[in-house]
């Protein structure tokens, strides 16, 4: 790697470890995973196409929210490889080679982080990403003895949450724990940490023909209503990290794809007194960042959503935009009683989220639409929690979601918001909980009288993650975990 | 002590040394297969047509279509099979079937310019079906009377006299789940023939020469015409050691039929719907204890969920029967065993091969008979291991039966079990909703295939004029570090650096004739094999440096690249020697074999002493269970284990800690459904990728995690001292399921029993939790009994023994033969 100028755009090229490539050509179906390996650089690998493993992962040049530029990893295999045009992408290939290693492949090679090696490579990206976090080290703090593997930052301020999307069936982990939290400072004089202080690469608007159809990004919103307009069976991606798996696992394809990921309109953050306004295109990272523990609900949320990889690409508004009946923000926004903002040639209009869902995948949202922005009423509530029902801890599909909002004044709940995925064709309210809830003693007694009632909200479903009868049982036990929870805050009691 | 196991001074076995790969895997450099594609100029791609029923007849087939996609080059079907339409060994896999034996068999295949070309030419191909009724669970096989393959019984002493007069006996029943392998690179084959009709193919396999001998039978051709090489898998874990075969088939038919290379990869879902698992397993087993908790006998029925076809079932069985003592002295034993024929993927080898399964079954009667006994189910097992002397119940002497017990004695130390036992008694009584637990399960296993004549290698030991060293031998890598451990041997043999020395990738004709890297045997055998081919170099070598150095033969050390006399100035380095020896006209390579001594198992009888010897090993586990959710994590895990002398530290810790969280994936997180509806997708798997298949990630690590090699465990007989590594560990994730269990009953009053079905998923944890504090049977669990006792069902006395799978193949050479003949000839055998 050599230290590089902030990227002049030039059209239908990629700078990948330093040296531009060419997308001409470039079907829009076509993967930035398929198309790196394509061009000869076969380190990111194909583990499962659909963003779970990890293999494909590459760092790629964005926003750190402010001037500066971020190393963020990425699912290659869930990208269009279109929509890195213009972009800087960095491979295992790029970081170092097998003669002089970059310092996160040295700590992984010498303390036995790879066995068979096929993960390895997307390992190495994802640990890269945090080994360059702007203020990682600053942030180091000592593992407490009892820290949770969840949020256990390790002595060199490695958050292992970056490996989160990022499997490997060999090793057991503890030797990559180990390496990352061997790894030191970058030097001064390492490229890709003198890169971030450049400018990130511009998101240009591009349309790249392919033979089988077209990928356009549009400049600004208006451009994007006016292709919507003009091609209404046209497919809106923004991370993709949804798409794609559409693309790779189930033949989706469409000949007309609008990348709506950086439209300038939809990357807004803005907080007043009375709301806070998330732009529908920021991703689950940035949002994080940008909102700063503002809401804490959500802060439960993220590390329980996907993966580090996932909330890289993943946006809010796609999260709304795919109705999903389990994508876990929909009920901690139910909770919040947030408000979607759908923009179309027409204007705007604002639809509660507790009315967006019509349906299986199904929203009020009109084939001229998308989500511009999501609101967030002000004040929140005062108790709030989000509970995620998966076999895994990291990286897992919930089998039931519950987002709790409640505002207890003197022990007796004034206002109770309940969100729930898992239950239903859509995230829904339960709102014969809430009622049973509301004007009463925050105790025991009331705790058991609406667990029974909740325990009977939605129609959930026996299937391969969990049975209807198990859902149903946690629906009853989620309650009586808050209040249980909330008990041991009051008293101050802590968890061992 | 043996020549074999004997270490000499400096030797470069036992250093912690980073696997040999290391620097090509993390800068991304590494070739896997499908790493050749874009390297391969003119490649096709192949693509399956997948059948959606789960038991149809194939009443038409129609490729016309497909052929008029755009880039569509050919469909690859039955008719186009020169040799056998077979892609196993026990002649009943036909590679293009007529009747579909499980939902997603792949019907024919679709050869493009482009993936996408070769899928949307799958989507075209026209089938009609005829479905026919389909057995789904094992259970549904037993009631039905769906059987395939041998039915050995294993049988010592009376069981039933002995159970007649046990103080205490129980009954019950296990439903045990398979396992995906999850390889990270899944099934993969290039393949190309050259000018003069030789078939190269590179396959993801863990057993090139039966791949090349299966490409060989379907394409009509000798072995000698047809050569397999492995670079390196991404992962292998037993699911590369029969299943690449068919694949590899596939893709030298279409390279033979069109002259252009072709890669065969499979998609994840594709692996996981094509592709055979871990076998599940039924049992039925009553239990005899006498009052002070020891084992009087155990009268045992195991029924694998074999899948479509026979694969390696009858082989994992039989291990499966052979490991269900694990590491105790049971006096009186019957173990019936049986495979089901269902309608699903060919289940196959998986680490452990039948092992775990075995194993699971008597921990299983341990921990749910402790606290019906009322005694603590550390001290219950304890009190029933084996002691020196004793015999397992197929007749081998239990050699370094003490070592289980320092292993355990180990954990109980260093893991402070004893305090922390305490801690945990006490945290439990002050927190209602979060419970915990310590379990610990020991590990007895037996090293060798049980097939006698699987257990030989051979290599090849090439030393250059320069006196640089190259490597071949038989086994292959799947990141178990075995290349690192045959360079670690090649240059303590050698007495060389370790950089003197490369190993070559494998193929078929550099070694023929090679076993399975499985079994946990590659170390052992081929690390044998490397070692007596180096010895011959060095016994020539040594004429050539006594004569220089005026030093008798015997009295020259090689170490360090050079080779040395007793006097201060009789020294010669390793590369003049070397030199000077190719003037001489010396042979400078050499070709080397092994064969394991003192093996012998009547696999008709079930009898006889079919392992080299048995690797040790305990885990204490520590888990803490959330009573809302049944949600769980693994606080601290603490392990000793037994590897011998170890060849290479590093890489036997990474297999250690690897095996462990495997074998946890497999026993909690890792689930396989598959619909046992009645309805249209009956039979199809649910879990079919990795977002509803959920292997262990980094947060289900343990927060601590110590792994300890037993020291002073040099093994006599085996190469430099060593112990086998690769299988072993995975079982001592049976301490989690244990710890689970004991977690979930703390929540009921002491004593509390309860049932925990396996996988014991947070769902299934929930329920006995539920259980322990008053509510119903959990479900997939069966209630174990006290003095009525159910009695295990006994297959007639017609069932059919084991065969052993020499005469099987000597068999399928027949078949072969007569294809060849009779071209036209193929279809199920």
New interface residues.
Partial sequence: MTAEQPHTAQHHTVRVNGADRSLSGVEP?TNALDWL??Q???????????G??G?CAVLVARSDGATGTEWTALNACLVPAAALDGQEVV???G?????R?HP???E??????????????GF?CSMAAEYYRDGRVAAARPAGP?????QACGPNGFD?EA??G????????????DAAWALGEPRADDPLAVRRAGSPPEATATRLEGRSGTYARPADLAEALALLAEHPEAVLVAGSTDRG?EVN?R?ARSPFVIGIDRLPELRGLTVTTDAVEIGAALTLTEVERALAGRVPLLDEVFPQFASRLIRNGATIGGNIGTGSPIGDLPPALLALEAVVVLVGAEGEREVAMADYFTGYRQSVRRADELVRAVRIPLPLAGTTAF?K?????????S?VAVAFALDVVDGVVQRARIGLGGVAATPVRALATEAALEGRAWSADTVQTASEVMETEGTPLD?????AA?RR??LG??L??LH?ETAADAVGATH? | MSELSLRPADPVVGQAIPHESAGLHVTGVALYTDDLTVRTRGILHAHPVQAPHAHAKVTRLHTGPALGVPGVVRVLTAADVPGVNDGGVKGDEPLFPSEVMFFGQAVCWVLGETLEAARLGSLAVEVDYEPLPAIITVREAIERDSFQGGAPRLERGDVDHALAGAPHVFSGELDLAGQEHFYLETQCAVAHVDEAGQVFVQSSTQHPSETQEIVAHVLGLSSHAVTVQCLRMGGGFGGKEMQPHGYAAVAALGASLTGRPVRLRLTRSQDLTLTGKRHGFHAQWRAGFDADGRLLALDATLTSDGGWSLDLSEPVLARALCHVDNAYWIPDVRVNGRVALTHKTSQTAFRGFGGPQGMLVIEDVIGRCAPRLGIDPAVLRRRNFYASGQETPYGQPVRHAERAIACWEQVLSTGDVAQRSAQIAAYNASHPHTKRALAITPVKFGISFNFTAFNQAGALVHVYKDGSVLVNHGGTEMGQGLHTKMLQVAATSLGVPLESVRLAPTRTDKVPNTSATAASSGADLNGAAVKNACEQVVGRLRVVASARLGVPPDELHFSGGFVRGPGEDQSVAWADLVAEAYVQRVQLWAAGFYRTEGLHWDSAAMEGSPFKYFSYGAAATEVEVDGFTGAYRLLRVDIVHDVGDSLSPLIDIGQVEGGFVQGAGWLTLEDLRWDESGGPTRGRLATASASTYKLPSLSEMPDVFNVALLERAHEDGVVYGSKAVGEPPLMLAISVREALRQAASAFGPAGTVVDLASPATPEAVFWSVRQARGGEQPPHTVPVLEGVCVVPEQPGAGARPLQPRSEQVAQDERVGQVAQAAPSSGGRG
């Fill in positions: 179906a390996r394509g000869g650089l076969t380190g990111a690998k194909e583990g499962c196409a659909e779970e493993c293999a491979t295992a290939e970081l170092g080679t097998p003669t290693l996160v492949q040295h992984m090679a010498v303390r036995g982080g790879s066995q068979c090696g096929y993960c390895t490579p190495v009892g820290a949770h593997a969840l292992l490996l989160s990022n499997l490997c069936r060999c090793t057991g982990y503890r030797p990559i724990r798996v696992l033949g509970h029902i998966a076999k895994r801890r990291f990286d897992d599909i089998s299937d391969h993650r969990a049975s198990y049982a946690v036990t989620a009586q975990r249980a061992e």
